[in-house]
């Protein structure tokens, strides 16, 4: 058995309870969270024990991305400041660029780029999934994956799906599992939608749709009859607990109730919404109907970044600029859609999103020793509103490490960069040429 003991950190479980234990160890082996609580409690370090002495740290869960898209990592620092129409129209022009293998090292970037900064466990979807899951493997990062789904190559694209459906299956023993990913309501035809249902059903997965995205979308929606992207869904016999919709921007009182009463989840990105639609989606109202909600950063072309800590701080001032009101969305509530909540809307609750013997050993360290995070009067604050990404120390995933001190394992990592510039290089003057001349 490898035992691993994080040694004398604050520990910060995060699992419903207020309680932090300081000085405070947790230990596991074989991939399993074993012990948490106080350093005094911990069991004995066996000979060939790893001991990691984390003093100057705080430890806690790995961080859940509830969307995002790694294959379109390149996309970065491309598409800034357009209108909505404008932006879907140039990322579509940036993905025709992207061969199969581009989409490898894309994600193999973007999933570096998330394990750097404590996100263990990610919802990804794209084309090409086929390939992203290996580049997702190759890092080991957690992840549901879903193959995007859409009318165009329909045919092709269902039976990519129920491919790595088969292969991957979607219980979440292994560190990766599979759901149906429609692109969105207004991109699948209904009968594309109904099959979904259908091998939903069928096999168990989950369904990652993009929903009430964008005003393109709701004229669509108006076209084929419904007043309201959620309306038209549940009207076609297709929301229900298993749905997990991103962003929900443009939800009316009556469809905000109905996605509580079908129990749909919602993975909510402030950073995105903002960028792309100028707009913040009504979690609170969503609170209100008992809709669990995540937090996810979306892609790096609608952030730029894929990191938790500020997509925290992110929500928590959106969500009281839009409210007027300071009280609204606390350090917790904002932790809680980075771990155990976004845990229990990707179906995983019962193995990530707290610290817990029993649960999986998906753990993170961050450092307490920087000047702008001192003092520490509260541990959830200086997650919330000072820490980043950057202060990430330490992550294992399943038990296994994959940065230490810092410092990402992969060996790949630099490699994943040059190849992300050589792509820049390549394609970046005409892409910026064509945003120019149909963009804006
Ligand atoms: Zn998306």
New binding site residues.
């Given amino acids: 058995m490898s035992q691993t003991i994080l040694r004398g950190g604050l520990v910060l479980p995060l699992d419903g309870s207020e309680d932090w234990h300081n000085p405070g160890a947790v230990c596991f082996e074989d991939g399993t969270i074993t012990y948490v609580g106080r350093v005094e409690g911990a069991p004995p370090a066996q000979p060939d024990a790893v001991v990691v002495d984390c003093r100057d740290r705080l430890v806690l869960p790995g961080l859940i991305n509830t969307?995002?898209?790694t294959g379109m990592t390149y996309f970065r620092n491309l598409l800034e400041d357009l209108p909505s129409a404008g932006w879907f129209r140039c990322e579509q022009q940036a993905e025709q660029l992207m061969s199969r293998e581009d989409v490898y090292w894309a994600a193999l970037l973007g999933a570096h780029e998330m394990l750097r900064q404590g996100i263990t466990t990610i919802a990804d979807?794209f084309s090409h999934m086929d390939v992203i899951v290996e580049a997702l493997a190759h890092a080991g990062i957690r992840a549901v994956v879903a193959p995007s789904l859409v009318d165009r190559d329909a045919g092709m694209r269902k039976r990519q799906a129920l491919a790595l459906l088969e292969q991957y299956g979607t219980s979440g023993d292994g560190l990766i599992h599979v759901g149906l990913g429609p692109v969105g309501p207004d991109t699948c035809s209904t009968e594309l939608l109904r099959w979904t249902r259908e091998q939903a059903d069928r096999t168990g997965a989950l369904i990652f749709i993009?929903l009430a995205?964008s005003q393109q979308e709701l004229a669509e929606i108006r076209r084929r009859g419904y007043d309201g992207a959620a309306r038209y869904l549940d009207a076609i016999g297709f929301l229900g607990p298993d749905v997990v919709a991103?962003?929900c921007i443009y939800l009316d009182e009556e469809e905000v109730a109905l996605l509580g009463a079908r129990g749909v989840r919602v993975a909510h990105?402030p950073a995105?919404n903002a960028k792309i639609e100028g707009r913040v989606a009504p979690v609170l109202a969503l609170d209100r109907e008992g809709v669990r909600i995540g937090l996810?950063t979306?892609?790096a072309a609608?952030n730029n970044g894929m990191d938790l800590l500020g997509e925290m701080k992110t929500a928590g001032l959106l969500h009281k600029v839009a409210a007027c009101d300071p009280e609204v969305m606390d350090t917790r509530r904002l932790l809680s859609m980075a771990t155990g909540d976004a845990a229990a809307c990707l179906n995983l609750a019962e193995r990530a999103g707290s610290l817990a013997p029993g649960k999986e050993a998906d753990v993170v360290t961050v450092r307490r020793d920087a000047l702008h995070l001192q003092p520490w009067h509260d541990p959830h604050a200086g997650l919330v509103y000072a820490a980043r990404g950057a202060d990430v120390c330490d992550v294992w995933v399943a038990g296994q490490p994959r940065v230490r001190d810092g410092q990402l394992l992969a060996g790949d990592a630099g490699e994943a960069i040059g190849r992300a510039a050589a792509w820049a290089e390549r394609h970046g003057p005409a892409l910026r040429a064509q945003r120019l001349s149909t963009g804006g």
């Fill in positions: 969307h995002t898209h979807r993009h995205q991103a962003h990105c995105s996810g979306d892609c609608s």
